[in-house]
């Protein structure tokens, strides 16, 4: 019995610091609300080639993304996230033997590190954004990515609070570098903006308190190291920036269900070899760009996502 009940006490106390560490992240994500598990499809209707093939490409993906913060006092949290991603372009169409068709790439993206809270709504967020990109054929270190996220933080009122700073990746063509505005703000009781500018952000109505809507974005650049034997040591870079019109519902307790329609504005899936690099790149503005793809790409196209989310309200 006694064994039972310090058993049990030693579960509650482990429960209560998860607890903490998730309500803390209001600190870090400014929301009422935190999206700990999402698990997301998506479907890009077939789409035409550019040039050269006559048939169509049609990309789907799997988006799986968890948070979960440690914390170490109330003004000191370490904050963890981990994002799977992996995404297929199909055709019926036969290409060179040294192209990658069909296209099949995985990332597993960390961000990891320090929020520290200071006085008068101030704080500062040090987090490592390691990434493992790869097709998963002869799996080496070059597979893997380094990156650093940096940015100050500053609540302006009790319905605005910003952040500043940017994020630094070794990508496979060339170092590249993401200027990031974080925004939370109330605009009134309905609307809301909330977002890591240029990366993703919504404009979010609450329709009531089970359905909001509104229009999402999500842009980035991502590469992959391909292993394949026919091609190794080559990279795929994959680019698109999606703009949505969103539902959310909530099912029941803390699940929602997220619909989203729109387009992939930009996208693309270009083959590089190993050697073909950039300079530098902020954002869309590359410096010293003189690659030369392997692959042709297919156009932009119609979007569908849906989305399951566990939600929990702080």
């Known amino acids: 019995m006694y064994?039972?009940?310090?058993?049990?006490?030693?579960?509650?106390?482990?429960?209560?610091?998860?607890?903490?560490?998730?309500?803390?992240?209001?600190?870090?994500?400014?929301?009422?609300?935190?999206?700990?598990l999402t698990i997301s499809g998506r479907y890009g209707f077939p789409q035409e080639y550019e040039t050269t093939?006559?048939?169509k490409a049609t990309e789907?993906?799997?988006?799986?993304?968890?948070?979960?913060?440690?914390?170490?006092?109330?003004?000191?949290?370490?904050?963890?996230?981990?994002?799977?991603?992996?995404?297929w372009v199909n055709?019926?169409?036969?290409?060179?033997?040294?192209i990658a068709n069909p296209i099949s790439i995985t990332g597993f993206i960390l961000q990891t590190g320090l929020y520290q809270k200071f006085s008068n709504g101030r704080g500062m967020q040090l987090l490592l954004a390691p990434r493992?990109?790869?097709?998963?054929?002869?799996?080496?270190?070059?597979?893997?990515?380094?990156?650093?996220?940096?940015?100050?933080?500053?609540?302006f009122h009790d319905r605005l609070q910003m952040r500043f700073g940017a994020m630094f990746h070794d990508e496979l063509g060339g170092p590249y570098m993401v200027p990031i505005v974080y925004t939370d703000w109330?605009?009134?009781?309905?609307?809301?903006?909330?977002?890591?500018?240029p990366i993703s952000g919504k404009i979010k109505y609450q329709v009531n308190d089970n359905i909001s809507t509104g229009i999402s974005h999500f842009g980035l650049v991502t590469s992959y190291k391909l292993g394949h034997p026919d091609y190794q040591g080559d990279y795929m870079e994959r680019t698109s920036i999606d703009l949505s019109l969103f539902g959310?519902?909530?099912?029941?307790?803390?699940?929602?269900?997220?619909?989203?329609?729109?387009?992939?504005?930009?996208?693309?899936?270009?083959?590089?070899?190993?050697?073909?690099?950039?300079?530098?790149?902020?954002?869309?503005?590359?410096?010293?760009?003189?690659?030369?793809?392997?692959?042709?790409?297919?156009?932009?196209?119609?979007?569908?996502?849906?989305?399951?989310?566990y939600n929990l309200p702080l």
């Open 248 to 309: 959310r519902i909530r099912l029941a307790g803390n699940f929602h269900l997220e619909g989203r329609l729109g387009y992939a504005l930009g996208r693309s899936y270009y083959q590089y070899a190993a050697d073909q690099k950039a300079d530098f790149r902020i954002t869309i503005i590359k410096f010293g760009d003189n690659r030369v793809a392997k692959n042709v790409n297919f156009n932009p196209g119609p979007i569908v996502n849906l989305r399951l989310v």
């Open 91 to 98: 055709n019926d169409i036969t290409m060179p033997a040294d």
């Open 132 to 155: 493992f990109m790869t097709d998963f054929y002869n799996v080496d270190i070059g597979h893997f990515q380094l990156g650093v996220i940096a940015m100050y933080e500053k609540r």
């Open 186 to 197: 109330q605009i009134s009781s309905k609307w809301s903006l909330v977002g890591m500018w």
């Open 53 to 55: 093939y006559t048939g």
């Open 60 to 87: 789907t993906g799997v988006l799986v993304n968890l948070q979960f913060p440690v914390p170490f006092s109330e003004s000191t949290i370490w904050y963890n996230q981990l994002t799977y991603t992996t995404f």
């Open 3 to 36: 064994i039972n009940r310090k058993t049990n006490l030693l579960t509650m106390k482990y429960l209560a610091i998860i607890l903490l560490g998730i309500s803390s992240t209001v600190c870090i994500s400014a929301q009422s609300s935190i999206d700990l």
